[in-house]
């Protein structure tokens, strides 16, 4: 499976565990990490678990793992860090 795959996995389901949390918004990557440990080849199945490990005020933290679905060994893992506090408010009538 192409690492840039897998990494677009752990981003798409990091935000569905912060979903998962009631939030009505997953926010903004601030820092994705993604470990590969081994290779999953073409057409093996695979299973994955998103967990949002803490979502505070304005950073959550999610980890997702990615493992062979015949054996239950890991092939990588993902840490997803999110910006989820509130927008910046807009300044009106500001001179650059």
Known sequence: MHGG????LVDTLGSAAIFSTGLPYSGV????????????????????ESKALRVGKSLAFVTVDIRKKATGKLVAQGRHTKFIGPSAPKIRNSKL
């Open 29 to 48: 990557s601030v820092d994705i990490n993604v470990t590969f440990m081994a290779a999953a080849e073409l057409g093996e199945e695979i299973e994955i």
């Open 5 to 8: 795959a897998i990494t677009s």
